[in-house]
């Protein structure tokens, strides 16, 4: 573990002199243009209310592109102010979009690359080469680079090129997962070898309540369809339009999008504004029938199908 720290670390000290570099990079550019959207934020103590309802704040211009370096660098939960939730994501929809040559974006596409495969290799360091529970994580990341806030560390970031239009909407998912009896097992008996458990509960009750887990696993057939499934709570989308391609694609929206015109011009490049969201609204154009499934251990959200 004192390794996977160590890389951590050293990984971390990367991501945050590339990130500086590129917060460098677009500030120099001249020709440039942002819209981003502020959402408001969620306050200690309020992270598992239901929302029904999200005001968004539009901010153009010069402040847009402030606000939205100021996104890429939040790493830390000191930058953020006292009042607001440790536990919720910070999310800063919206669009950087920069008129340069060529050159100017192989620099920017390079530094990019590099910043996201940092941000991957950070997230392997946590979930894989640190050979801790899922349980135990929160800890090793804090004991390592305390109030560290993971997701936006971890998330990746979009950069598009010479695309026509960006529009902006909102998306309520489940994340579903399906595992095989045999991989839950594993996951349960490692969990069990760790000699780990999850901070405020005795080792003793830990211990017992994986056993029972892995008897109540271990007695399913082994043809079992066995899936976890986690509601996330709604978040922006960008729908971009590229007719090079005659496609449109939908990303993911938490940090502003980067968007390069290099054989176009800024007015040729449509952004779109991001609408309140009101939880009455959004139409569900086609839910899938799902099977039913029974609960079989809560903590790790692992249904059953039946």
């Given at each position: 573990?004192?390794?996977?720290?160590?890389?951590?670390?050293?990984?971390?000290?990367?991501?945050?002199?590339?990130?500086?570099?590129?917060?460098?990079?677009?500030?120099?550019?001249?020709?440039?243009?942002?819209?981003?959207?502020?959402l408001?934020?969620?306050?200690?103590?309020?992270?598992?209310?239901?929302?029904?309802?999200?005001?968004?704040?539009?901010?153009?211009?010069?402040?847009?592109?402030?606000?939205?370096?100021?996104?890429?660098?939040?790493?830390?939960?000191?930058d953020?102010?006292?009042?607001?939730?440790?536990?919720?994501?910070?999310?800063?929809?919206?669009?950087?979009?920069?008129?340069?040559?060529?050159?100017?974006?192989?620099?920017?596409?390079?530094?990019?690359?590099?910043?996201?495969?940092?941000?991957?290799?950070?997230?392997?360091i946590?979930?894989?080469?640190?050979?801790?529970?899922?349980?135990?994580?929160?800890?090793?990341?804090?004991?390592?680079?305390?109030?560290?806030?993971?997701?936006?560390?971890?998330?990746t970031?979009?950069?598009?090129?010479?695309?026509?239009?960006?529009?902006?909407?909102?998306?309520?998912?489940?994340?579903?997962?399906?595992?095989?009896?045999?991989?839950?097992?594993?996951?349960?008996?490692?969990?069990?070898?760790?000699?780990?458990?999850?901070?405020?509960?005795?080792?003793?009750?830990?211990?017992?309540?994986?056993?029972?887990?892995?008897?109540?696993?271990?007695q399913?057939?082994?043809?079992?369809?066995?899936?976890?499934?986690?509601?996330?709570?709604?978040?922006?989308?960008?729908?971009?339009?590229?007719?090079?391609?005659?496609?449109?694609?939908?990303?993911?929206?938490?940090?502003?999008?980067?968007?390069?015109?290099?054989e176009?011009?800024?007015t040729?490049?449509?952004?779109?504004?991001?609408?309140?969201?009101?939880?009455?609204?959004?139409?569900?154009?086609?839910?899938?029938?799902?099977?039913?499934?029974?609960?079989?251990?809560?903590?790790?959200?692992?249904?059953?199908?039946?």
């Open positions: 573990m004192n390794n996977a720290k160590y890389d951590l670390i050293e990984g971390f000290n990367r991501l945050e002199s590339k990130i500086t570099e590129l917060s460098q990079l677009i500030a120099e550019q001249p020709s440039i243009s942002a819209t981003v959207f502020r408001p934020d969620v306050m200690k103590g309020e992270e598992n209310n239901e929302i029904k309802q999200i005001d968004v704040e539009k901010i153009t211009g010069k402040l847009a592109i402030q606000h939205a370096i100021e996104h890429y660098n939040l790493l830390f939960i000191h953020k102010s006292e009042l607001t939730s440790n536990k919720s994501a910070v999310r800063l929809p919206g669009a950087i979009c920069i008129d340069i040559p060529y050159s100017t974006y192989q620099t920017f596409r390079v530094l990019l690359d590099e910043i996201n495969e940092l941000k991957i290799q950070i997230k392997q946590v979930t894989q080469k640190s050979g801790v529970d899922e349980s135990q994580r929160f800890e090793f990341i804090h004991d390592t680079l305390h109030g560290l806030l993971t997701l936006n560390t971890y998330r970031l979009t950069y598009l090129t010479d695309i026509d239009t960006i529009r902006f909407g909102w998306a309520n998912k489940k994340v579903i997962n399906k595992m095989t009896k045999e991989q839950v097992l594993s996951k349960l008996q490692g969990s069990l070898e760790s000699g780990r458990q999850p901070l405020g509960v005795a080792k003793e009750e830990w211990l017992k309540q994986l056993e029972q887990e892995i008897l109540l696993i271990s399913l057939n082994n043809d079992v369809v066995l899936k976890t499934q986690r509601p996330v709570k709604v978040q922006p989308i960008a729908r971009v339009w590229d007719s090079t391609q005659q496609k449109q694609t939908q990303f993911a929206c938490a940090n502003p999008l980067l968007i390069f015109a290099v176009k011009s800024l040729d490049i449509v952004i779109g504004n991001l609408p309140d969201y009101h939880v009455d609204n959004i139409a569900i154009r086609h839910r899938p029938r799902s099977k039913p499934v029974e609960l079989l251990i809560p903590r790790l959200n692992l249904y059953m199908e039946i």
